[in-house]
């Protein structure tokens, strides 16, 4: 069963830094791409960024682009999204997936608060 589990949200001031994880089970995590989504309050689920299996591209939103960074380490199955330089834009629950197989997979969500 494939499963992707997110954590390291919580609340930050303006300008402080987060760094979130995604865990992946249930598949080959090597193989395949993770990427990276967050939906803000009231707003649109919108991509923040991908890196593929290996050796590891990356891409990043503009958005974000300079703050945040994509890695990943195979050995622990784990996918971590750096965010530094966080404003209040920021704000929003940060979900992993994966296409494994042709279907679409996510995580549960973890909150990130940026505020005063």
């Known amino acids: 069963q494939v499963q992707l589990v997110e954590s390291g949200g919580g609340l930050v001031q303006p300008g402080g830094s987060l760094r979130l994880s995604c865990i992946g089970s249930?598949?080959?995590?090597?193989?395949?791409?993770i990427n990276w989504f967050r939906q803000p309050p009231g707003e649109e689920r919108e991509w923040v960024a991908t890196?593929?299996?290996?050796?590891?591209?990356?891409a990043i939103a503009d958005t974000v682009k300079g703050r945040f960074t994509i890695s990943r380490d195979n050995a622990k199955n784990t996918v971590y999204l750096q965010m530094i330089d966080l404003n209040t834009e920021d704000t929003a629950v940060y979900y992993c997936?994966?296409?494994?197989?042709?279907?679409?997979?996510w995580g549960q969500g973890t909150q990130v608060t940026v505020s005063s």
């Open positions: 890196i593929s299996s290996v050796p590891g591209s990356t």
């Open positions: 997936s994966a296409r494994v197989r042709r279907h679409d997979y």
């Open positions: 249930g598949f080959t995590f090597s193989d395949y791409a």
